[in-house]
């Protein structure tokens, strides 16, 4: 009888450590966006802002206001790094207001915010940037680790990219990351990994876009993030994704790719910009690259995509459209 309770007990753990495996895994919620009623879509991308309106983050907010407004804009994307220097402290800590709510307050940017967490993010509190609470203190905000936005003639995969970096592991520095829901670190970054590539593998939508904080492809401060290029972009190449789109270096930038149509935008523009920061890059390669503070616009219709860079003064400092269509035909400015 005891060998028989032994056995069963050694079942019943089996059981559990299997469904706790399993349920670890990485699950990218979906949510919709509908088009207009033409079936075009137009957002605007900012990152690397959270500054309580310092190093030009107002006046940022303030040319996104006339171009959201312009572009009757569906919603805003985050690329994270949300709120410097440590993020945010708790759900009550006020450098949401004073760096969210209180900033971009024009009746344009008053859409939905998509918005992923950044390493600046992870020195704070997560859970406090994905609490419904911050929700329920400003309805525009809405962030997630990893999540899928449909918007029928779009998918928009956020990734959550932070946990790649080996450095912020092993030489944090005098940095403190939270951690808390991504430990283990090798399940969290497999099962992530294998939801998006299901997920791109599955969509049916005429434009698939992946975005994350850190960089693939930069000329930047920080230059390309070695663990995304040998684990992310071999499943962004494979499924064709469209652009990745991302922040952390302090700047304006595209890159095309010399083997595939993806292309690379940088919008980390959002506040305190690396004047002079800038490494030499294959020039067929590089449309764009302005260290300065600014952000950037995309439109979409079921041929096309549209994208702009601005300034804090609202020039159009680049501008690159694409197509879709049996005969492809791409435009930069």
């Known amino acids: ?92 800590d006020p450098n949401f207001e004073d760096s969210f709510t209180k900033i971009y307050t024009a009746p344009s940017l008053q859409k939905q915010w998509y918005n992923v967490l950044g390493n600046h993010d992870y020195r704070g509190d997560v859970e406090a940037q994905l609490s419904p609470v911050l929700r329920e203190l400003d309805a525009k905000w809405l ?29 944090p520095e005098d940095a403190v990351y939270d951690w808390s829901g991504i430990l283990p670190r090798n399940d969290y970054l497999s099962n992530l990994l294998n939801d998006l590539d299901s997920a791109l593998k599955e969509s049916t939508a005429k434009w698939k876009i992946v975005i994350g904080h850190h960089t693939i492809r930069s000329a930047g401060h920080h230059g390309e993030t070695k663990e995304l290029v040998t684990q992310l972009l071999p499943i962004l190449l494979e499924n064709n994704v469209d652009l990745y789109m991302n922040g952390h270096d302090h700047c304006l930038e595209h890159i095309s790719s010399p083997d595939s149509p993806l292309q690379f935008v940088t919008s980390g523009g959002g506040s305190k910009a690396w004047k002079g920061e800038v490494s030499q890059y294959n020039p067929s390669e590089m449309k764009l690259y302005y260290d300065g503070q600014g952000f950037m616009s995309v439109q979409i219709t079921e041929s096309q995509v549209d994208i702009a860079f601005y300034d804090i003064f609202g020039n159009v400092l680049h501008k690159w459209a694409t197509s879709n269509q049996l005969y492809p035909t791409t435009i930069t400015m």
């Not at 680790?145 to 995969?157: K, M, P």
């Not at 080996?166 to 030489?171: E, G, N, Q, V």
């Open 1 to 92: 009888m005891e060998m028989k309770t032994t056995t069963i007990a050694s079942v019943l753990i089996s059981v559990l450590v299997v469904c706790s495996l399993s349920c670890a895994a990485e699950l990218l919620r979906r949510f919709q966006h509908a088009p207009k009623a033409d079936g075009s879509l137009s957002f605007l991308v900012l990152g690397d802002w959270g500054r309580r309106g310092a190093f030009n983050q107002s006046q940022v907010a303030l040319q996104m206001g006339i171009i959201g407004e312009k572009l009757d804009i569906d919603f805003v994307i985050s690329t994270g790094d949300n709120f410097y220097d440590n993020g945010l402290t708790g759900i009550d």
């Open 143 to 171: 962030c997630l680790r990893s999540f899928i936005v449909d918007t029928e003639i779009a998918e928009l995969f956020f990734v959550d990219t932070t946990p790649f970096v080996d450095k912020y592991f092993t030489h």
